[in-house]
């Protein structure tokens, strides 16, 4: 017999568009750009992997605390989030994110930064595309991310997305 597992998620609007937000217990699991309905197959997928049966339950209280704090960092009030989370991804994903956490407010470092970081000078690409599946964007800032030439490289959330992110925390956006 299958276990379900509840999923708590709100969605809220941002300077972004919509943000769908999911969490299991007290952890934050996912900050993903659009609605849910839009997000819904994805994350069946994605959770799938992790959770028997993930079922989705709208529970915007159990959530106030990451919509609050997410709310004063698109108003220019917070630079350090305080939340709870769980990251489901491989070792190496999970090493990248933990460097992702580390970048300051502000600033931003290389993918090849990074690489060298994690004591995988060679595997920039690698670390390419663990940035790129980073289920909690802005709480673990991929944002802060460019190529080596500090160039505003992919987003999985858009070019656009980034570029505002980094403007709002101040960084001096280069468009080649």
Not at 58 to 64: A, F, S, V, W
Not at 120 to 136: D, E, F, T, Y
Request: hydrophobic share 35%; glycine share 8%.
């Amino acid at each position: 017999m299958m276990n379900n597992q509840l999923l708590y998620y709100d969605e809220m609007m941002t300077n972004l568009g919509p943000v769908t937000l999911m969490m299991k217990d007290e952890a934050l699991l996912a900050i993903q750009y659009g609605k849910l309905n839009q997000l819904r197959a994805s994350f069946q997928k994605w959770l799938g992997r992790h959770f028997e049966q993930p079922v989705f339950e709208r529970n915007p209280t159990k959530l106030l605390k990451v919509t609050q704090q997410l709310e004063e960092y698109f108003n220019g009030t917070r630079t350090k989030f305080d939340l709870s989370y769980e990251i489901y991804g491989t070792p190496f994903q999970k090493q990248i994110w933990k460097a992702l956490s580390e970048i300051p407010y502000g600033e931003v470092r290389t993918y090849k930064e990074i690489a060298q970081l994690v004591q995988s000078p060679k595997a920039q690409r690698a670390v390419g595309g663990a940035v790129n599946r980073n289920p909690l964007p802005i709480l673990l800032p991929c944002h802060r991310v460019v190529g080596s030439n500090g160039a505003m490289t992919g987003y999985a959330g858009g070019i656009g997305k980034k570029e505002f992110l980094l403007s709002l925390e101040g960084y001096s956006v280069v468009t080649q």
